[in-house]
């Protein structure tokens, strides 16, 4: 298993490797660690080499050494759509300004007391390896040398260890940041605001890695919160179960993570939210633990498991989740299809869902918009990809929406729902585009946000935003959006696509690229967020559908559950959490 | 559409009718109302004969007029099994014992001046008719003239009047019990205890009883909360749908009791439980209205509806909940079945559940116990039954355990579906029964309450107590509830099914049959009830699958929630409800 003290193994960047890298993600190793007057690393912890995240992204962007080069092409058509832009590379680590750290010694003091001095780390290469999460803005900021959304310390405590940790960061008034992964989108891990405390340290469940229990006879299985996805399915695959459950940023996130932020799962329409597919938890909170969750299903009052999921980390600290798992499918089959356009793609969508419904409707379903469509023609320069689109072209179809649908069971299973499945999207236009196409987004769908690591080094704006809605207003909220970030934004490439389904409504997940402007990068998406957050709720979309509150959304959440709303959770979380140390910055908006 | 001061329709009761019942269900018509001491009407309420809950079940018991005849093998098998017992009638309502209301004169006022005098009612009919659940306890106690859970007045407000009547019981220091169909079965709508309050009214929601909006898109309908069951499929077929929630209750109880209390739902395999199907609820609360739920799935923050869901009644009144809705199926399939034994069944069960899983399994899943099998051939003297028995008796099925299972939707998915779960069937065991079955299960799903009344007539206890597990603790469970009741009760029938089917478990309900102690009926089953409770819980056991807290479960919420689950409770009840008037003798146990 792995631990926050093993040493770097291959997958954390090594000095040659860093040296090989395209686009100078490199990771806080000690060889470029600087002496300059930020640096503030003191203690035991000031000499150790090790990343306290090992295997984790690179420290101002996503896989080490992954971003791909973008072809001619692609580059030419984002010139001729977005303008010309500069190359805009990160900093190297070295330059990186981090504040010194706040933490008092009598706290770090305490903390060794009940840690050990290896795990709590206040040296430069731990506090930047925990320094925000993955959205754009924060990746905006660490390539800029911007490191002061780091922590103070990083503490790696034992679950057993979690309450006493907790006491003494209330006695000390030092706020808590849980951090799973590190890839929030909305600045769910961002230790920028101490929330008036007097010190903020990153608790990373490194150490909580374990599979805990698989009952096969129930079919749920009792993770560590700090498992990361292919760690979760190794173990499960071992045993023939999968959980199924495939984030895009599946490959560094936690189980802590998913159930914090009531992530979907790109297979959500057959396997379920993490939200569906949790049974029970356990969450430290500083007045106690929160065992959550009994048997299938219960009617013994209002649903305390429920307000536990997507906590974010503000009442406590998730460390075991019980999910359901599944034996491994026998059988897959994922294809391509090409539907007329959205409106057309959408109706096939909701039949699917309606008619068909979960268990016999695909398990992924995924519909680009005709934008998305385009993107994805151009940026795959594969063979499978041209002849795709020739097919198209000959039956006049310019590019028509892109689908994706994915089936997993019983052979028999299979066959039987792709072929309701077929009758339904070919009465609603769809051309089977064939099995590569499949075959091409299951390899590439954890890829993009090494896409957007090439993307930013060439001088673009590139963020993603999402929403869920109901099938009645998805078409009119789609062009919303899209007319929003164009008056915001200016030259502005919108790509969509829908998935997720629900019998109601399905989410939408957009990407937005644009020049960035270098003068006021973060005002610039600051603003077209906002707006674009407007435009959702004023359109009947909520706040989020997968990615969370954060810091990011927090404004917005009382549009989402109303004044009383907000007064429940702020209820909830004083009873947890009554100093409010829990990751003050999110979530909940200051009160007013 | 009906409403509180409609006058008294064909389903409700009339002298004539009322006479006619063969066992003393006789409804509380002003015609045999009492001028004794008890009577407590005043003011313009006192001289109308309407029955404040037009249709609703009989005033200590279940359908009126409708408790089915013994037949004389079934009361030898009863006396062989239980040992003779006397007959029991009820008292005549003339003889019924009812407190003077406690509601004072400036209180009804004030309510006067805000609803109308018609909408406060205090005399005896109306007080009668929301006099308590219809637990067996409740009947025990109504059946021996012992009114004294009735509430000192019943309001009938319209729903934007709520906001007003629950601001003017803050100010006068009045409990309110809000009140749908008067049918919890674990004293959820107890006027007895008052928490300490001045007085305390039921809150009889019966003119919230429209269907207020059908989103065909998005297959969502936004329901009143008064309206009850056969109201609610009568509205959605008319345009061509269904809500497929069909609890045992369902010809009395209400979309808002659903929802308050977490029902499931005979078809809750396939449709769902009413947690599943709900998207949106209103609830107006002593500090102001929670509107929550919003597109079909969010990831902003804590399931809040979650809170509202469940919440029987303690932080403010349901006015309005948006379900899911379906078409009406085209094809409809039901069947019987016989399995070897529990455990095989169980074990078939589980098949169904994990390998075919929700969607492709069976849209109903039931299976019966040994003893409730022996129970149902005894109970339905049917030919098909008698057939049922010769064909399994040949096969040396003694008698087995007999499982119901239903399919809905389209044919071709009914026909793959029924293919897919014959051969589970088969491969467990599985002897066809045909449909002439599963067609008696449908005619007889909500009859049961009626048996009740005949046998409460004839000196039993009869009560009904339910719970759900993971499959592998199932089988150790339904022996251990078994022993728990024949030790607390001696002599004693214990019938038992599974159904509910979910991924990792499924429900256990249970109905035990005793001879009844004349000398302290609620003493004996008190008793018994602490003791299953308790092995339930020790078990593995939830608390209770769907009927929810109630007070009958309150004191052992803790063992399912935990201390700081409680906290988290009271810390949410307090912020809606900072005056503690809403419902207070449920859910919650008294803090210690």
Redesign the interface.
């Known amino acids: 298993m792995r631990s926050g003290t093993e040493p770097d193994g291959a997958d954390a960047g090594t000095p040659d490797r860093a040296t090989a890298r395209p686009s100078g993600r490199d990771r806080p190793d000690a060889t470029d660690r600087p002496a300059g007057p930020e640096w503030s690393g003191t203690g035991p912890g000031t000499g150790d080499t090790t990343p306290a995240r090992p295997g984790g992204p690179a420290w101002n962007g996503w896989e080490p050494g992954a971003a791909p080069a973008l072809s001619a092409p692609a580059r030419r058509v984002l010139a001729r759509l977005l303008g010309a832009t500069e190359d805009t590379p990160s900093v190297p680590v070295s330059e990186v300004r981090l504040p010194a750290s706040a933490l008092p010694a009598d706290t770090r003091r305490r903390l060794v007391e009940l840690l050990g001095a290896e795990h709590v780390r206040t040296d430069r290469a731990a506090r930047l390896a925990h320094a925000g999460g993955r959205s754009y803005l924060d990746l905006v900021r660490l390539r800029a040398g911007d490191a002061s959304a780091a922590p103070d310390a990083v503490l790696t405590p034992a679950a057993d260890q979690l309450q006493a940790v907790l006491a003494t960061c209330v006695d000390t008034d030092t706020a808590v940041v849980p951090y799973g992964g590190g890839t929030s989108v909305v600045g769910g891990v961002s230790g920028a605001h101490r929330g008036g405390h007097a010190a903020l340290v990153a608790l990373d469940l490194s150490r909580l890695d374990r599979l805990v229990a698989l009952?096969e006879?129930?079919?749920?299985a009792t993770f560590g919160a700090g498992m990361r996805g292919p760690d979760v399915e190794r173990a499960l695959a071992h045993r023939g179960y999968t959980l199924g459950h495939f984030p895009q940023s599946y490959r560094y996130s936690t189980v802590g993570g998913w159930v914090a932020?009531?992530?979907?799962g790109q297979a959500s329409t057959g396997y379920g939210?993490i939200?569906e597919l949790v049974?029970a938890v356990r969450c430290v909170?500083p007045?106690?633990?929160?065992?959550?969750g009994?048997?299938?299903?219960?009617?013994?009052?209002?649903?305390?498991l429920?307000?536990?999921?997507?906590?974010?980390g503000t009442l406590g600290v998730l460390t075991e989740a019980t999910l359901?798992v599944?034996?491994i499918p026998p059988h897959r089959r994922y294809e391509g299809w090409s539907l007329p356009d959205l409106r057309a793609g959408l109706d096939a969508l909701?039949e699917l869902a309606?008619?068909?419904?979960?268990?016999?409707?695909p398990d992924v379903c995924r519909l680009s918009d005709a934008d998305e469509t385009r993107s994805t023609f151009l940026l795959s320069g594969s063979l499978s990809t041209r002849l795709a689109r020739g097919y198209l072209a000959a039956r006049g179809r310019h590019p028509g929406c892109l689908a994706i649908f994915g089936w997993e069971g019983?052979p028999?299973?299979v066959a039987?729902r792709h072929r309701?499945a077929t009758r339904v999207l070919r009465a609603h236009g769809g051309l089977p585009l064939g099995a590569a196409a499949g075959r091409s987004w299951l390899h590439g769908r954890f890829a993009a946000p090494n896409l957007r690591d090439t993307l930013l080094d060439h001088g673009l704006l590139v963020e993603t935003l999402e929403?869920?809605?109901?099938?009645?207003a998805l078409p009119s909220l789609h062009a919303r959006i899209r007319r929003s970030l164009r008056d915001s934004l200016g030259r502005v490439m919108v790509l969509s696509h829908v998935s997720?389904l629900?019998?109601?409504?399905?989410?939408l997940y957009v990407t937005v690229l644009a020049a960035r402007d270098p003068a006021d990068p973060v005002g610039q998406w600051t603003a077209a967020k906002r707006a674009v957050t407007e435009t959702i709720l004023a359109g009947?979309?909520?706040?989020?559908?997968?990615?969370?509150?954060g810091a990011d959304?927090r404004d917005f959440?009382g549009a989402?559950?109303?004044?009383?709303?907000l007064?429940?959770?702020?209820?909830?979380k004083?009873?947890?959490d009554p100093t409010g140390i829990m990751n003050p910055a999110v979530?909940l908006p200051p009160a007013s």
């Open positions: 009952d006879t129930a079919q749920t932020t009531r992530s979907a939210r939200d049974h909170t007045t106690g633990e929160l065992v959550l009994r048997g299938p299903a219960s009617a013994a009052g209002p649903d305390l429920g307000l536990a999921v997507g906590s974010e359901a599944r034996r909701r309606q008619r068909l419904g979960p268990g016999l409707a019983e028999d299973q039987f309701a929403t869920a809605a109901d099938f009645g997720h629900y019998r109601s409504g399905a989410s009947g979309g909520t706040l989020t559908h997968h990615h969370a509150v959304h959440l989402e559950v109303g004044t009383a709303g007064a429940l959770l702020r209820a909830v004083a009873t947890m979530l």
